[in-house]
């Protein structure tokens, strides 16, 4: 396998992003990717030259300072400028991987050769990618609108020799880091600082990410529905063919021919059943899951086109002879989908602790709890609680941060999206997601032990067995905080 990809002018897939951050894959400007950064800068710095014409943020101040005219000679300031002053985030530091999606996001952005930077800067990126270098920034900054302006900001400081980098486990400043790399800092020509602050990778990087892991809790939500519908004794009859063959929405009938192949022999689900219904959580889940499947896929696509664009601003088109100030940088249609991500993710965790509840209620012949002796043993019963608990944290969390605005740059930039507030509860609401399934698998296959001899499906028994390697069924009470931990750890690192 190639320890490196190529970054031109075809698309990167999710598949591609997973390869490359999952195998530490190299980066590489392809010829015709530096041939359009070269070409795009030449004719920049000919139009500046030429031109006596204010072009916004290359010869004029930024945002409600767009009628501030530069001097040629101050150029270069004006862009170091920029950004050391736009380095204004707050809060918890963005995660390191979040980090080294956005280097990635940004450097294919970069590459189409529309934005008038240096090649040699593009290069320092890849750099900076491609020694693992994570430079320090902070959640808090971005309005999602001018694109992610703090963030990015902090994101392109070690080019200048300014800001933290985490290098070898090392938090270093970006003078020291140079130092250690033998690197210059960058010499920023006109429009480079605004085209490096001015993009929508913070809000993409998250967005990657939470689509990566929608489609894994989306698959691990269905594995584990399956297994508590069994560990239940459910009935199968509601995941029939016709019945959704009658009402067709696209995920709905995916998910329910996923729980029959899931369930395909089962001894369990074939037996007699006493009742001749079961609760919503277990029969709607075809529903339910399917509707979250559907929105899952809608979201991933407004991903996967954002981070194939150009988001900065102004755009600069050689061929065209054109420089158009514009709005890329708007994170409107990612807010819109974290937003609506955040309620179909937030769904699966309601229904899974629907689930868990139903199972430790001492019905359909299980202890209470789930617990040999019940009353001197507690058993199952306060993981739910830990549940219920996330799961009202995730509603909070869906309150859309797409419909606020808050008016900043003096009335200049009058419209935000507040994406990046919507990304990061997005990674709260998933991360709190994988704890909702680890209690709901906790409990199933508690739950399954307490029907057998009888066995559940091949594929099922093999899911539980590998679970069992890390978390033994619980005959006493015990410290559950450790099982929950690695009932989590096990989710994030299993392969279907």
Not at 41 to 61: A, F, M, V
Not at 326 to 335: E, I, K, R, S, V
Request: neutral net charge; charged residues 20%.
């Amino acid at each position: 396998m190639s320890h490196s990809h190529i970054i031109s002018s075809k698309e990167i897939s999710l598949d591609d992003v997973k390869l490359i951050i999952n195998n530490n894959l190299k980066l590489e400007l392809s010829i015709s990717a530096q041939e359009k950064i070269t070409k795009c800068r030449t004719y920049l710095d000919e139009k500046i030259e030429t031109s006596k014409t204010p072009i916004y943020g290359i010869n004029t101040g930024f945002g409600s300072l767009y009628n501030k005219n530069i001097s040629k000679e101050n150029l270069t300031t004006l862009q170091y400028n920029l950004v050391k002053s736009h380095a204004c985030g707050t809060g918890n530091e963005v995660p390191k991987l979040i980090v080294k999606i956005m280097l990635l996001l940004k450097i294919k952005s970069l590459s189409y050769g529309n934005s008038g930077v240096q090649l040699v800067t593009i290069k320092r990126l890849i750099d900076l990618f491609n020694n693992d270098i994570s430079p320090v920034l902070y959640e808090m900054g971005s309005l999602g609108a001018s694109g992610d302006l703090a963030p990015l900001a902090h994101l392109c400081l070690p080019l200048i020799g300014l800001g933290e980098v985490d290098y070898k486990g090392q938090r270093i400043s970006g003078e020291e880091l140079n130092k250690k790399m033998g690197w210059q800092p960058i010499e920023f020509k006109a429009k480079e600082g605004l085209a490096l602050l001015n993009g929508t990778q913070l809000m993409g990087a998250y967005g990657i990410w939470a689509s990566i892991n929608a489609q894994r809790i989306l698959q691990l939500s269905n594995t584990i529905g399956a297994l508590s519908l069994d560990a239940f004794n459910g009935r199968i009859e509601a995941f029939h063919p016709l019945v959704h063959k009658i009402r067709p929405q696209k995920g709905q009938s995916l998910v329910a021919k996923k729980i029959n192949e899931l369930l395909d022999g089962s001894e369990i689900i074939k037996q007699p059943k006493k009742h001749i219904q079961d609760p919503y959580s277990f029969r709607c889940i075809p529903q339910v899951h399917g509707a979250s499947l559907d929105a899952i896929n809608y979201v991933k696509e407004v991903f996967i086109t954002e981070i194939n664009g150009v988001t900065d601003n102004p755009n600069v088109f050689p061929d065209e002879d054109m420089v158009i100030s514009a709005g890329n940088f708007h994170g409107q249609p990612l807010a819109i989908s974290f937003d609506f991500l955040c309620i179909a993710l937030a769904e699966l965790g309601s229904i899974s602790e629907r689930r868990t509840y139903q199972l430790i209620s001492g019905s359909r012949e299980l202890p209470h709890y789930l617990v040999v002796n019940p009353g001197l043993n507690s058993g199952l019963m306060i993981p739910q609680y830990t549940a219920a608990s996330l799961v009202s944290q995730n509603k909070q969390l869906c309150t859309p941060a797409s419909v606020d605005s808050i008016t900043s740059s003096n009335g200049q930039e009058d419209h935000v999206s507040m994406g990046a507030n919507a990304a990061t509860k997005s990674y709260k609401l998933i991360n709190n997601l994988y704890s909702i399934l680890a209690i709901e698998l906790l409990t199933a296959t508690q739950a399954l032990d307490f029907r057998r001899p009888l066995r559940t499906s091949m594929y099922l028994e093999d899911f539980y067995s590998n679970f069992r390697k890390e978390v033994a069924f619980i005959e006493y009470d015990r410290f559950l905080h450790k099982d929950m931990i690695k009932a989590e750890k096990f989710l994030k690192n299993f392969e279907s």
